[in-house]
């Protein structure tokens, strides 16, 4: 038997109905004896000329109207109001955008010849419609750049595809490299529409024939004009004074400190000088490209840190049985209130300006002061460098060594992928750069830097 909230009045008198009654109150109705209720309804199509029944022919398309678009373009002509299968391109994986989900495509009405019969408008009773026509895609170029969407398009220099329309991603947008004993990934992120970070991994040999591993991270400031040429100029500059200077068997600590100086130097260059500002003026560049900056040297038993800005570098050795480490202090407000004592570590990090810069490379930088910091690990280890777009979803020492998979020595491009997808998996809200170095303890009795 139906149950009564089914059924919300008498069939016979119309009168309310209690839950549970099995006879009307007011006239005796038998409820039980209600057949049940019809199926429901099929959803209606929108404007459609009438209700569509259960085993009723379907409407003919050209009868249905679709409600005019309200906006209009920059010619005040008014918008077309496209259909769900209208829509132009294809969808980011390359594949045709569909209707709803759920949706049935009705068969597109065959051509006919003027005065000819038209066949029967319902779909089921229509024969096959021919497949539309496919305008050839002529063959891309040897040598030019595939459409990542259509896989089938030449991509112009705007950066979209003569094919389909595509945007493609930038070059930066995501990046990785190996080499050897060191790997690099950077990613645009979630949250920005550019990527601002940087990096430059190389590998040289000292004047005794040893290799020297060498790994650049920097971070474009983006409240600062033209972050990601600042540093894309600044990884670039320091890693080739890196390899100038290596084999001819400078320390690798003064090595770096050079680097960062070439660094800040290129950075510079890129300013433009403010009309009528004085000479040693800081503010003579108003809002100059800038960039924050931490490099590694791996050099015959010596690990070699530089940095200005807030990129950082952690060392986690392989065992995990000895204490990872922090080797970078960042040049931001929060590092200056726990270095004062005024703030914990914790309540620093918490404030909304924990993480403006103190220092920088750039031309309105008031001084440049590279920090630089050599140390002698007792055991095999894993270096990592990355901007802040990493360590704000693992700032600890401890965190960053739980995020590095076990096997980053073996595996640095595995690692520094793991590391990157960590953070997206995080959030994302910055750009986010890493390079893995391990690091080798050399044989006993091996000569050191």
């Not at 049940?36 to 000329?49: C, F, H, I, S």
């Not at 389909?164 to 930066?172: F, K, S, T, V």
């Not at 940087?198 to 060498?214: K, M």
């Amino acid at each position: 038997m139906p149950e009564s909230a089914e059924l919300p009045t008498c069939p016979g008198c119309e009168e309310p109905l209690e839950s549970g009654d099995r006879f009307c109150g007011a006239c005796g109705y038998d409820l039980s004896a209600v057949p049940p209720r019809p199926a429901d309804q099929p959803t209606l199509v929108m404007n459609a000329p009438g209700p569509v029944r259960p085993g009723g022919p379907a409407p003919d398309p050209a009868d249905m109207r679709w409600p005019a678009a309200a906006g209009r373009d920059s010619s005040a002509a008014p918008a077309p109001a496209l259909l769900p299968e209208e829509l132009p391109g294809p969808d980011s994986a390359g594949g045709r955008l569909s209707a709803r989900p759920g949706d049935f495509e009705l068969p597109a009405p065959r051509a006919t010849a003027p005065g000819a019969a038209q066949g029967p408008s319902d779909p089921r009773t229509a024969g096959p419609a021919p497949a539309a026509p496919v305008a050839p895609t002529a063959p891309v170029p040897a040598g030019a750049k595939l459409c990542v969407a259509c896989r089938a398009g030449r991509v112009d220099t705007d950066g979209y595809c003569e094919n389909c329309g595509h945007a493609q991603p930038r070059e930066r947008d995501h990046v990785e490299q190996e080499l050897g004993a060191v790997a690099a990934v950077s990613d645009r992120g979630l949250r920005h529409h550019r990527n601002e970070d940087a990096f430059a991994v190389s590998c040289a040999a000292l004047p005794d024939g040893t290799p020297a591993v060498v790994a650049v991270v920097c971070d474009g400031v983006s409240s600062a004009t033209r972050p990601d040429e600042a540093s894309a100029a600044a990884a670039s500059s320091a890693n080739e004074s890196l390899l100038e200077s290596l084999p001819r068997g400078t320390h690798p600590q003064q090595a770096m400190h050079e680097a960062i100086v070439v660094a800040a130097e290129a950075v510079n260059s890129l300013a433009p000088v403010a009309a009528g500002a004085l000479d040693g003026d800081p503010h003579r560049h108003r809002n100059a490209p800038a960039c924050t900056i931490v490099g590694a040297v791996v050099a015959s038993g010596l690990l070699v840190i530089g940095w200005i800005g807030d990129s950082r570098a952690y060392w986690v050795p392989d065992d995990r049985q000895g204490p990872p480490a922090r080797l970078t202090e960042d040049d931001s407000w929060a590092a200056q209130m726990v270095a004062a004592g005024l703030m914990s570590e914790a309540e620093a990090y918490a404030d909304e300006r924990a993480h403006a810069i103190t220092g920088w490379l750039g031309a309105d930088a008031y001084e440049l002061e590279p920090h630089t910091a050599s140390f002698k690990p007792d055991r095999p280890g894993v270096v990592v460098v990355c901007t802040d777009g990493l360590w704000n979803y693992a700032e600890g020492a401890d965190e960053m060594a739980r995020a590095l998979p076990a096997d980053a020595a073996r595996r640095p491009l595995h690692a520094a992928q793991v590391l990157v997808g960590h953070a997206l998996d995080g959030g994302g809200h910055d750009n986010v750069t890493v390079a893995v170095l391990p690091f080798a303890v050399p044989p006993q009795g091996a000569g050191s830097a």
